[in-house]
């Protein structure tokens, strides 16, 4: 598979941010903000679902993603003092303020979480090197349907 170059200007861009990010592992000390420049980066690495899907292998890539225009980061769930945490990123999601503007959510595995105060949705994704064979892919429980007439169905009075 060819490296990731994906830029985000909208909601549903960041959807497909958060599915190629699912799983990808940071540390720390690997996230920063730049005030001055109102950017949040980070390098992490991801876990490749697309090569798992289309050639069954289970790989990692380095890659770097950053957002631009941010105001104010907040953290929650994360030590101050221990910089060399290492986080499982689940998700990247955003919240609408007054539109163009809102909340940049990553969230992590065990209840941590970045919140990015942005004036706008502009982030960049990027791969930055080959990938490499790692030995075991991430795992999700399995969710169960709902038994049947739960949640509504269209059609039903």
């Known amino acids: 598979m060819e490296n990731l170059k994906l830029i985000a200007l909208d909601e549903e861009d960041l959807a497909i941010f958060s599915a190629h990010l699912q ?6 000390v690997d996230m920063g903000f730049l005030p001055r420049l109102q950017r949040f980066a980070l ?6 679902w697309d090569q798992k899907v289309v050639a069954n292998e289970t790989v990692r890539r ?22 060399t945490g290492v986080l499982n990123l689940l998700a990247v999601t955003f919240m609408p303020g007054d539109l163009p503007s809102g909340f940049v959510y990553l969230t ?12 706008c949705i502009e982030a960049g994704l990027r791969d930055l090197g080959p990938a490499w ?12 349907a709902p038994p049947a ?5 269209a059609g039903q009075g």
């Open 108 to 119: 992590f595995s065990g209840g941590a979480e970045v919140r990015l105060e942005v004036e």
């Open 43 to 48: 390098v992490l690495n991801r876990f490749d």
């Open 23 to 28: 799983d990808a592992v940071v540390k720390t």
């Open 62 to 83: 380095r890659t770097g993603l950053h957002f631009e225009r941010v105001r104010d980061v907040k953290c929650r769930g994360m030590e101050e003092g221990q910089r």
């Open 133 to 144: 064979g790692c030995t075991h892919a991430p795992k999700h429980p399995e969710v169960a």
């Open 149 to 153: 007439g739960v949640g509504g169905s």
